[in-house]
């Protein structure tokens, strides 16, 4: 069957959080999204006012989650530069918000952090795709991990940091824990139509359109896991948008006819499905 269409972007991401204010204040004030709607169940956040890239639902009881269950090891924010990047890391240290970790993956430019909930987030930029580097077959991409040059990033960006990110901000793709590798890669390959890209001890990457990935996954905590409880903070859902109408149909009918079940259609047309770790999708035509 073809693959997913080259066109595939992620709309936004969907977070249950214990304290709702808290999580708002970090992701507006710290990560510098801009907050376009709350109440005290749910805020909208993110640098398109017609289209907000974030929800957060609010827990009642939030409770933790066990330490080897599924679920989100990160969202990763993609910058439109790397001067957008360090005007990102520099707002993120002077709110004095930890960072955990940089750097260097090949394909792109990359900082950890976490949320008040401890979820995981990566800030990120790429380089030009023509400086990729590809495997002896030339079959997806080869990603490293390698020391980052932080001084060099940040000397693209040596003004006082603005409040927001820049507008071009957006989710640049999801990493999530499961309980399989194996498992969870065939179903985003062969049940979705991702592509693989990059193949590590006990990680996946697959993207659609040549991109480096759009989803990561890895077992690296969660062999053998189950998802997190309802009442733990973390990914609720991922808003996927293709190019059509058409290439929304099309992916119906290879869900339809593939091995996977329980893709609906909601009454907003949206297509909804599960992979096996039970994480919610969403994909939708622009």
């Known amino acids: ?45 993110g640098p398109d006012g017609e289209r907000p890239a974030l929800e957060l639902t609010r ?35 002077a709110a004095r918000w930890p960072f955990e970790g940089a750097a260097d993956h090949g394909v792109s430019e990359a900082l950890y952090l976490s949320d008040p909930d401890g979820l ?15 495997p002896a077959d030339g079959r997806g991409v080869s ?14 960006w040596e003004q006082d940091p603005t409040a927001a990110v820049d507008a071009a901000t957006k989710i640049g793709h999801v990493h999530l824990k499961v309980s399989d590798v194996a498992r969870a890669s065939a179903f985003y ?7 693989p890209q990059a193949q590590m001890p006990s990680a996946a990457f697959l993207s659609a359109g040549g991109y480096h990935h759009h989803v990561g996954l890895n077992s690296w905590q969660s062999r053998g ?52 770790d039970a994480q919610s999708l969403r994909f939708s035509a622009r």
Do not use: K
């Open 225 to 276: 896991g189950e998802p997190s409880p309802a009442t733990a903070p973390g990914l609720r859902r991922v808003d996927f948008e293709l190019s059509g109408a058409a290439e929304l149909d099309q992916l119906e009918r290879r869900l339809a006819d593939g091995s996977a079940s329980g893709a609906t259609r909601g009454e907003d047309g949206g297509l909804l499905a599960r992979d096996p």
């Open 59 to 93: 827990l009642q009881d939030a409770g933790a989650a066990p330490q080897h269950s599924t679920g989100l090891f990160h969202v990763a924010w993609l910058h439109p530069s790397r001067a957008e990047l360090a005007r990102t890391i520099r707002r993120i240290a």
């Open 1 to 45: 069957m073809s693959p997913i269409d080259p066109a595939l972007s992620i709309a936004a991401v969907h977070l249950a959080v214990g304290d709702l204010p808290r999580s708002a204040d970090f992701y507006e004030r710290v990560l510098g999204l801009p907050l376009r709607a709350n109440d005290d169940e749910r805020a909208l956040l």
């Open 189 to 195: 390959r062969d049940a979705l139509g991702f592509e």
């Open 120 to 134: 995981g987030i990566e800030i990120y930029v790429d380089r030009p795709r023509e400086l990729w580097q590809r």
């Open 143 to 156: 990603m490293v991990t390698l020391p980052l040059d932080l001084d060099d990033l940040l000397a693209q």
